[in-house]
């Protein structure tokens, strides 16, 4: 029997790690690529898991992030296949096909602190 696949979305998360928190910081390199996506569907894009993705958005992706398709798309086993989970697996969540522990955690940026100078 052929297993059935599915996949996790990591674009937040490999975001995160280049500094970008928010979902308009990559629209303008992708646009430079020549990859013209509406404010909507760039939110889309990096907030949920997409279902359909033209290979040259994925590559621009890849080239702006630095990294490889699998620290990108994760091959997970498909909700309901006969495998069995470790003792440690996490539960996927069905709207967004991340875990329940996955986001951006120690990637966020620091509070800035605002200075006044008190000799004026």
């Given at each position: 029997m052929t297993?059935?696949?599915d996949y996790r979305w990591h674009l937040r998360e490999v975001m995160a790690t280049c500094g970008m928190f928010s979902t308009t910081d990559i629209r303008p390199k992708l646009a430079e690529r020549?990859?013209?996506l509406s404010p909507s569907q760039t939110y889309r894009l990096v907030v949920e898991r997409p279902e359909r993705l033209?290979?040259?958005?994925?590559?621009?992706?890849?080239?702006?992030?630095?990294?490889?398709?699998e620290e990108l798309i994760e091959p997970v086993p498909a909700a309901g296949?006969?495998?069995?989970?470790?003792?440690?697996?996490?539960?996927?969540d069905?709207?967004?096909?991340?875990?329940?522990?996955?986001?951006?955690?120690?990637?966020?940026?620091?509070?800035?602190r605002i200075v006044t100078d008190k000799d004026e």
């Amino acid at each position: 029997m052929t297993a059935k696949l599915d996949y996790r979305w990591h674009l937040r998360e490999v975001m995160a790690t280049c500094g970008m928190f928010s979902t308009t910081d990559i629209r303008p390199k992708l646009a430079e690529r020549g990859i013209d996506l509406s404010p909507s569907q760039t939110y889309r894009l990096v907030v949920e898991r997409p279902e359909r993705l033209s290979l040259k958005t994925l590559m621009a992706l890849l080239d702006i992030l630095g990294c490889s398709m699998e620290e990108l798309i994760e091959p997970v086993p498909a909700a309901g296949s006969r495998r069995r989970k470790s003792a440690n697996a996490t539960e996927a969540d069905p709207a967004g096909g991340r875990s329940s522990s996955a986001g951006v955690g120690d990637f966020r940026p620091r509070r800035a602190r605002i200075v006044t100078d008190k000799d004026e």
